[in-house]
């Protein structure tokens, strides 16, 4: 079946830009995640969706970062006024339950560049 | 503050020989932990994982072991092959989300 797509693969952005990525999961997936991986580290948590609720957004770094899960199926990561140290791979995940427990399977991730 | 810390940047192995990935933790809540790999251009793959009531766990080529009183746990490769040579991960987790050493660059050579 068809695993974790994310959208685009590359973006490439101004600083102060608003942008968005987009993530479908797993079909039938309940549980959602976003990572940021920064160049040399591993993949950072940022938030988490059980549904359509964010049960989890604690690793968001600030109130420029924004994720929505309307349909409880694909999710979108806002960024506004993007700074040149937004730079980073932004990974999803999605697992068929939540909890850390249960395997998250990754998509390919989206790399994001501030110009 | 890094919770989950790989500290071997790269390993290089030769093919056939073992291999041994390390990760240290600081966190006393974690009961869960995960190894994944990841190849260039795509995301990381689950690979195994251990429960903190286990101090082992095997899948063919793949084990971990898990040292609680030294919060310590590393990653088996018995024997190493070619596709092996990818990044690894270790992840732990005490609840929802998963908490990421930097990563382990190992490459298999010939």
């Known amino acids: 079946g068809a695993g974790v797509s994310q959208t685009p693969s590359n973006k490439v952005t101004e600083k102060g830009k608003y942008v968005e990525l987009r993530c479908d999961p797993i079909s039938g997936h309940t549980a959602l995640y976003w990572y940021r991986q920064s160049l040399g580290q591993g993949p950072e948590f940022l938030i988490y969706?059980?549904?359509?609720?964010?049960?989890?957004d604690s690793g968001l770094p600030n109130d420029r970062f924004f994720a929505v899960r309307p349909e409880g199926s694909v999710s979108t990561l806002k960024i506004q006024r993007t700074e040149r140290g937004d730079s980073a791979v932004y990974l999803c995940a999605s697992s068929r339950v939540g909890g850390g427990h249960n395997e998250q399977f990754f998509g390919p991730g989206t790399r994001l560049t501030v110009l | 503050d890094q919770q989950v810390k790989q500290n071997s940047p790269s390993l290089s192995v030769q093919e056939g020989r073992i291999s041994i990935l390390n990760c240290d933790y600081t966190?006393?809540?974690?009961?869960?932990f995960l190894w994944y790999k990841k190849y260039p251009a795509e995301g990381p793959t689950f690979l195994i994982s251990i429960s903190s009531i286990k101090d082992k766990n095997e899948d063919g080529r793949f084990t971990v072991f898990l040292n609680k009183s030294a919060k310590h746990l590393s990653l088996h490769i018995v024997p190493s092959q070619p596709g092996d040579s990818a990044v690894y991960f270790c992840a732990a987790t005490p609840a929802q989300k998963l908490v990421f050493g930097q990563g382990t660059r190992l490459t298999i050579n010939p």
């Open positions: 966190n006393s809540m974690f009961d869960y």
């Open positions: 969706f059980q549904g359509t609720g964010a049960a989890d």
